[in-house]
Nanobody
Framework: QVQLVESGGGLVQAGDSLRLSCAAS????????MGWFRQAPGKEREFVGV????????YYADSVKGRFTVSKDNAKNTVYLQMSSLRPEDTAVYYC????????????????????WGQGTQVTVSS
């Protein structure tokens, strides 16, 4: 079992930056690819970014590419989502998720592949 706790959400203005954290307990992140997803009101949960367990493979959704950065600190068992140049359309509940993997360079954009989820943190961007 992996327990995930997100933090760092809040209310910001368009153009601001925000860093989300996802602290994991129960298992080391070295065995998991870690994804970030978001869900806006009335919309389906969507992929934002993912980092492989090796840390060498990182993918982003086109909508956040160049503005968001996923990273992780294995010593702290924590994954981060650095968000810059925020837009009102980035408003959503942000979730981190863990995907148990065998291939350390595997990283999925498919939320159905993820085994464990955090409770989410709200990000609201005002115009």
């Amino acid at each position: 079992q992996v327990q995930l706790v997100e933090s760092g959400g809040g209310l910001v203005q368009a153009g601001d930056s925000l860093r989300l954290s996802c602290a994991a307990s129960g298992r080391t992140l070295r065995s998991y690819a870690m994804g970030w997803f978001r869900q806006a009101p009335g919309k389906e949960r969507e992929f934002v970014g993912v980092i492989s367990s090796s840390g060498l493979i990182i993918y982003y959704a086109d909508s956040v590419k160049g503005r968001f950065t996923v990273s992780k600190d294995n010593a702290k068992n924590t994954v981060y989502l650095q968000m810059s140049s925020l837009r009102p359309e980035d408003t959503a509940v942000y979730y981190c998720a863990a995907d148990r993997v065998i291939n350390s360079n595997y990283a999925s954009r498919n939320l159905n592949e993820y085994d464990f989820w955090g409770q989410g943190t709200q990000v609201t961007v005002s115009s």
